[in-house]
């Protein structure tokens, strides 16, 4: 008696072994199996900098000179502003950014190493690509908000004339619809917000700035304090010779 397969039998016959049973077509491929693969992570073609210069301390002057300019006394009255001379060269760089003798040790450092790097290497040192960067971006920056500003002039323009039921705009900017006084207050307005965001990350700088500094003061005042009480105990243990061993020296 011959067997007669049940449809689900069938359909599973057909897709794994479709050659048993010729007149039922094979399967389609899943479509997600027939799409190539993709990828959506991008490569960072970044301009890798070179690093950081270094200076030799042995041919280093160092001192520690009083601050000038506003601060309070924890600038005027201590020596915390550092001063270096690179004896080879004769290069001297000064740095009182912070209230830190430790800080201002190593922005002067620094500052050093750039002028020393941008003097052998120039135009290919770190401080002439970062300055580079800096300007291609200011550059890229402008030419946003001009392209921006071209866009709202462009839609303003397309909104007075269909308000005044002209198809031509460039008709109704030579009329003379469009005040050249309003546009004038467009562009003070967008040079004033952008002066406004300005200034307040200038302002978050000084802060974190300030609160740098202030961390940076405590944590030599608890040195000094530290060192001070040091001195207090070893002063304190120290035996104290009497009348009487003087004497009999």
Not at 30 to 48: E, I, K, W, Y
Request: some cysteine; glycine content about 6%; hydrophobic content about 30%.
């Amino acid at each position: 008696m011959p067997l007669h397969p049940t449809p689900t039998a069938r359909r599973l016959l057909s897709f794994f072994l479709p050659h048993i049973h010729p007149t039922i077509p094979p399967r389609a491929p899943l479509p997600c199996l027939l799409r190539p693969l993709t990828s959506t992570s991008h490569a960072n073609f970044a301009v890798p900098m070179p690093p950081r210069p270094k200076v030799n301390e042995s041919e280093i002057l160092e001192k520690f000179l009083h601050g000038s300019g506003p601060g309070g006394q924890k600038i005027n009255k201590t020596s915390s502003a550092v001063q270096l001379k690179h004896l080879p060269t004769g290069i001297v760089v000064k740095s009182q950014a912070t209230r830190s003798r430790t800080q201002n040790r190593k922005i002067a450092r620094r500052l050093l190493a750039e002028r020393l790097e941008l003097m052998e290497k120039g135009g290919e040192s770190r401080k002439a690509k970062v300055a580079e960067k800096k300007k291609k971006k200011k550059n890229s920056a402008d030419k946003k908000k001009r392209r921006k500003y071209r866009k709202l002039q462009e839609e303003k323009d397309v909104a007075m004339a269909a308000a005044a039921g002209v198809e031509d705009v460039g008709k109704v900017r030579d009329e003379g619809d469009i005040d050249g006084e309003e546009e004038g207050e467009w562009v003070l307005a967008d040079i004033e917000y952008n002066e406004a965001e300005a200034d307040a990350e200038e302002a978050l700088e000084r802060e974190k700035e300030r609160v740098e500094d202030e961390a940076h003061t405590l944590v030599d005042e608890v040195e000094d304090e530290t060192r001070r009480v040091g001195e207090v105990e070893v002063g304190v243990n120290t035996p104290i010779e009497s009348t009487d061993e003087k004497k009999s020296a």
